[in-house]
């Protein structure tokens, strides 16, 4: 990717009052052919519909042998399945209504716990934990865990 070359919207997340920040620190200087230029221009084009503060996410969760130590032993992992930028909180709490699709799923408390804690997460698991986490967070993949366990 060249230097000046914005990432996929997918990428990246920023606030009105960053984007107003980089405008000012990339702002062009009377020089021709500024590099900061091209950037520049793409921030300065930017839309609040391209700027999404939250995201939410779907995780598989799923369980795997650790090893044969003291009888055998699992762990889960939690593997970025699909996340959706959403505008704002109430955008997240209904985009979330909809991908649980659970007539008795209640989302507003989901809206309470991202609101004290920054995270808010609805499970849809049997009784091993193996199915579909649903999360709001601040960017996809941030609750992601593959990492391989070893017994201690």
């Not at 590099?35 to 221009?41: A, F, H, K, S």
């Not at 055998?72 to 930028?85: A, C, D, F, I, K």
Request: no cysteine; proline share 6%; net charge negative.
């Amino acid at each position: 990717m060249d230097t000046h070359e914005l990432p996929d919207r997918s990428l990246i997340s920023l606030t009105e009052d960053e984007i107003t920040t980089l405008l000012t620190l990339l702002e062009p200087s009377s020089d021709e052919n500024d590099p900061n230029e091209d950037l520049y221009n793409k921030l300065r084009n930017l839309k609040s519909v391209d700027i999404h503060p939250l995201f939410v996410s779907i995780y598989e969760s799923t369980q795997v042998y650790g090893g044969p130590e003291e009888g055998g032993w699992y762990y889960h992992t939690e593997e970025l399945y699909q996340s959706v930028p959403v505008g704002d909180l109430d955008d997240a709490v209904q985009q979330l209504f909809e991908m649980v699709d659970e007539p008795e799923f209640d989302a507003e408390p989901m809206k309470d716990q991202f609101m004290r804690i920054g995270s808010a997460s609805y499970h849809k698991t049997d009784r091993y934990g193996e199915g579909h986490i649903f999360r709001i967070e601040w960017y996809p993949g941030e609750h992601q865990d593959v990492r391989r366990r070893i017994y201690e």
